[in-house]
């Protein structure tokens, strides 16, 4: 089933799951790989198969029938064993910490982490069938939920490899502020762009209702007669499909949500940025951090960009 679900037996060539975060738990050990990068294996390794282990639960809770082009562990196998299967991979990733010579910090963190995610998957599931969620508590939601795992990456890279407290401060702020920026993008890129946000397919966030950045954005830009509209065309979509996704793109668009989405995600790289030397003090690999944050958030198509919100390209 976990072969299964990280696509390494799929002979049809669809890509395997992606690992942004495993990439930068490795940059963060420095730029020599045969001092350090086999000590941050097992940081890469147990971060990705702890957040592995919450997709799969993701997928059930949210109902997700495909990821990555295919259908969805639970789909297959069935909800009951995927959820041992996502049981034992978070388990697993606790083993394998365990077995390091930095476990006590490193079991901590990991822990910390989780239950962050835990906490942030709960309110996401909550916020569904509300219509009061403002902006400030989507943001939290986001950080719990999905920047908690970039901050999860950095900092058990870091772990393995040092053990100043200022170095993993920074290395958690850099995490945080790089996984809202991730997060925020994948929002954007849903709707506008390719979607990449682990894996799902186009508007899937949209469709379950799901009270993300972007649409508490739209809201709180609207005035009451619109925002009330938006909120019924959410609804609408969730039951009626894409005969009305063109009128809620629309109207996310108009109301300046996804303008204000990207500077939020200008405001979050930066702070990142700020965070990288004292969380990264090898040179090269502070380069390929700060080059590879950049290039994973200008992927969305020209008309998502910092051009404004003229204009959706819808295909895809």
Request: proline share 3%.
């Amino acid at each position: 089933m976990a072969r299964y679900h990280f696509g390494w037996d799929d002979p049809s060539g669809v890509p395997a799951s992606r690992h942004k975060g495993a990439i930068l738990a490795y940059l963060c050990a420095g730029s020599d790989p045969e001092r350090d990068w086999g000590r941050t294996t097992v940081a890469a390794v147990s971060a990705t198969v702890l957040l592995h282990g919450f997709l799969i639960h993701d997928d059930i809770i949210d109902n997700d029938r495909v990821r990555r082009l295919r259908p969805t562990c639970w789909t297959v196998y069935g909800k009951a064993a995927a959820i041992e299967l996502g049981a034992a991979m978070e388990a697993l990733a606790f083993e394998l910490i365990a077995e390091t010579d930095w476990a006590a910090r490193g079991v901590a963190a990991a822990a910390r982490c989780a239950r962050r995610m835990a906490a942030g998957q709960t309110s996401d599931i909550a916020h569904e069938d509300r219509d009061d969620i403002t902006l400030d508590t989507a943001l939290e939601t986001c950080r719990r939920k999905d920047a908690t795992c970039t901050e999860l990456f950095l900092l058990l890279g870091t772990l393995a490899v040092s053990d100043d407290p200022d170095r993993l401060t920074a290395a958690g702020e850099l995490g945080v502020n790089a996984g809202m920026a991730f997060s925020l993008n994948g929002f954007l890129d849903e709707i506008w762009g390719s979607p990449d946000h682990h894996g799902k397919l186009a508007l899937s966030d949209l469709r379950q209702r799901k009270k993300t950045p972007l649409v508490t954005a739209a809201l709180e830009r609207l005035g009451p007669h619109e925002g009330r509209r938006l909120l019924d065309l959410l609804h609408a979509y969730s039951r009626d499909g894409d005969d009305v996704a063109q009128r809620l793109i629309g109207l996310l668009d108009s109301s300046g949500a996804r303008r204000h989405v990207q500077e939020l995600i200008d405001g979050y790289t930066a702070q990142a940025e700020r965070a990288l030397p004292a969380a990264v003090p090898d040179r090269i690999s502070r380069q390929a951090i700060h080059d590879y944050v950049h290039a994973s958030l200008d992927r969305r198509t020209p008309a998502a960009g910092r051009g404004g919100d003229e204009g959706s390209d819808q295909s895809r």
